[in-house]
């Protein structure tokens, strides 16, 4: 298991690489790099509180599965998970770093 500064480096640098394939629009690889930005967020889950916009976000990022790289998506579907991910101030990843 990663130290906390070490996941929060790797999940970084996953989350840039998201971001890069959503601008050559690769949504596909975007969708699957972003999950892994967050592969961790599952042990975080029950102690979220009521937020239904992060709800919003964790519901979407729940459901992405290291499978999913055996699957097409959309621009739109890459670009909800990245955002569902990063945003500011609902975004999963920001609500773990604040706990983590």
Known sequence: MPTSAEFWAL?????EDAEGLLGIKRW?????????????????GTARGANP???NHWQ??????ETSRYQR??????????QAINHD???VMKWIRGRW
């Open 89 to 91: 101030p609902d975004g």
């Open 28 to 44: 596909a690889c975007a969708f699957y790099v972003a999950g892994y930005a967050v592969t961790l967020e599952k042990e975080f």
């Open 53 to 55: 916009a992060l709800d």
């Open 11 to 15: 999940a970084e640098v996953r989350l």
């Open 73 to 82: 998506r959309s621009q739109q579907e890459a670009e909800a998970l990245v």
């Open 60 to 65: 979407l990022v729940t459901g992405w599965k």
